[in-house]
């Protein structure tokens, strides 16, 4: 296995704090009409709030890597049952956070997860907004929303 160098925080222009010398990268699956959000465990960094699985990028891992790694190791998919549709992301100019949008097939389930997750859940898009939100996907929901509806109308999701 490669070594982990993505790990550390980063201090942004935007005056924020960042997880991820690299950058970081999520996934957002969608499946039936809903979207997979992870409990955050409540130790954790913005801990019991409700967003993507995701984390830190390795320099040596592309954004769908890093996203579908980070998934795999905090939910226990298999990312053999998903389709990368589509790309968000959140560009700070010195760090930045890649939001892949992935549709899930039905065989995709949420074996194993790790101490980060608490809970998985499976929501309807006009549900998520008010669930108590990562900070940062909270921010960034309102264009997700906007881009996974537009992938929905368009067929792609």
Request: net charge negative; hydrophobic share 35%; with cysteine.
């Amino acid at each position: 296995m490669a070594k982990r160098d993505g790990d550390g925080w980063i201090e942004c222009r935007c005056g924020g704090k960042h997880w991820g010398l690299n950058g970081a990268a999520g996934l957002l699956l969608y499946r039936d009409g809903k979207v997979m959000l992870q409990h955050r465990a409540p130790w954790v960094h913005n801990g019991d709030t409700w967003g993507l699985p995701g984390g830190a990028r390795d320099s040596h891992e592309s954004i769908q890597e890093a996203a579908i790694r980070e998934s795999v190791e905090e939910t226990g998919i298999d990312p053999t049952h998903l389709e990368v549709v589509g790309l968000f992301s959140d560009d700070h100019s010195d760090w930045r956070y890649d939001t892949v949008i992935a549709k899930a097939h039905g065989d995709l389930n949420t074996a194993t997860w790790n101490p980060e997750t608490h809970d998985i859940g499976w929501y309807e898009i006009s549900e998520i907004q008010g669930l108590n939100l990562h900070p940062s996907f909270a921010k960034t929901w309102p264009t997700l929303q906007n881009l996974v509806t537009d992938l929905v109308a368009s067929g792609s999701l």
